[in-house]
């Protein structure tokens, strides 16, 4: 059984620069999560769809950050223009409703 | 902000040994849910209890749940070194699907 997938694994950018992550959920799941974790402030869900619509992006840090699920299948962050502040790792996780979240690996990220 | 507060922050264990870790929320729930996390992996489903559940087992891990405090505890019996992890405590407030993780205890089992 395939896990939820994520790319890259690891990411090292300049600052200005414009960041892509991807994320395959697991099939037949309807939930896909977004979320960030670091030491200062923990794993903080950022965004979530429900059948491919967003649903909740209170969690967005700011207009920097974006996601899109164009289909069911495969989902996006997009961070444009990077930061240092926004190093971390990002995690993808999916879920079928009611179910507990299954996550990816993690891109970590690290902005120079 | 975190719902959930884990205590300790940090643990260190013979292999063998019990271990228990603790977590307060702030907030009335429906349910409370474990999570395992791997250096270097994404977070592992480990147990979930509902809020009419006081206690619930799994193998060598077991869940109490006091919603009166406010509080859970996770124990791990006969602690393994491959039991080395965070764990997290995740509590829905919003809505089963948006959870809301706790700040974690970082587990050490020493063979």
């Known amino acids: 059984d395939a896990g939820v997938i994520q790319s890259p694994r690891h990411e090292v950018t300049e600052m200005g620069q414009e960041v892509t992550l991807r994320c395959k959920p697991i099939?037949?799941?309807?939930?896909l999560f977004w979320y960030r974790q670091t030491m200062m402030r923990g794993l903080e869900l950022l965004i979530y769809?429900?059948?491919?619509?967003?649903?909740?992006d209170s969690g967005m840090p700011e207009d920097r950050f974006s996601a899109k699920m164009p289909n069911a299948s495969f989902s996006t962050l997009k961070i444009q223009p990077s930061e240092p502040r926004d190093s971390a790792v990002y995690f993808c996780?999916?879920?079928?409703?009611?179910?507990?979240?299954?996550f990816g690996d993690g891109t970590r990220l690290s902005i120079l | 902000s975190q719902q959930g507060e884990e205590d300790p922050q940090a643990l260190s264990i013979q292999e063998g040994e019990n271990a228990t870790m603790n977590c307060s929320y702030k907030?009335?729930?429906?349910?409370l849910q474990w999570y395992r996390q791997n250096s270097g992996r994404g977070l592992v489903h480990l147990i979930l209890?509902?809020?009419?559940?006081r206690e619930k087992h799994s193998g060598r891990l077991r869940v109490t749940l006091d919603t009166s405090k406010k509080s859970s505890s996770l124990l791990i019996t006969a602690s393994r070194a491959a039991d080395t992890a965070s764990y997290f405590c995740a509590t829905a407030p919003g809505g089963f699907q948006k959870l809301v993780f706790g700040t974690g205890t970082r587990l050490l089992v020493s063979p």
């Open positions: 769809f429900n059948n491919n619509v967003p649903i909740d």
């Open positions: 907030t009335s729930i429906n349910n």
């Open positions: 209890i509902r809020s009419n559940e």
């Open positions: 099939s037949g799941h309807d939930y």
């Open positions: 996780a999916s879920s079928l409703a009611g179910q507990p979240q299954h």
